[in-house]
């Protein structure tokens, strides 16, 4: 039981891996040798990178939607939601002293 687990679980970590090395080098493909227009690029690298942080919860981190990783789950959401307020937060706050300046 023991060595299906292990198994299992590097089987996990070499996919990761894999997925995280593609990843990285399709946009720095895509940047380097530009065949699109700049937003279509911008917009792909972007989706690439929001993959790219689910392969590394899922591959990694371990978390999942079952029951059991409920907990967390909500702890990463909440780190999420906490994030965006800041930087959400922080722009606009950049952007009102912009306005004032001029």
Do not use: N
Request: glycine share 8%; charged share 15%.
């Amino acid at each position: 039981m023991k060595r299906d687990d292990y198994r299992r679980e590097l089987t996990s970590y070499v996919i990761g891996l894999g997925l995280a090395v593609t990843l990285s080098l399709v946009p720095i493909g895509l940047v380097l040798f530009p065949t699109w227009p700049r937003g279509t690029t911008l917009a792909i690298v972007f989706g690439l990178g929001l993959l790219q942080i689910l392969v590394h919860l899922r591959c990694f981190l371990h978390v999942s939607l079952g029951r059991s990783h409920r907990h967390d789950l909500y702890l990463l959401l909440f780190t999420s939601l906490i994030l965006v307020l800041m930087v959400v937060g922080s722009l606009v706050v950049l952007g009102d002293l912009q306005h004032r300046m001029h």
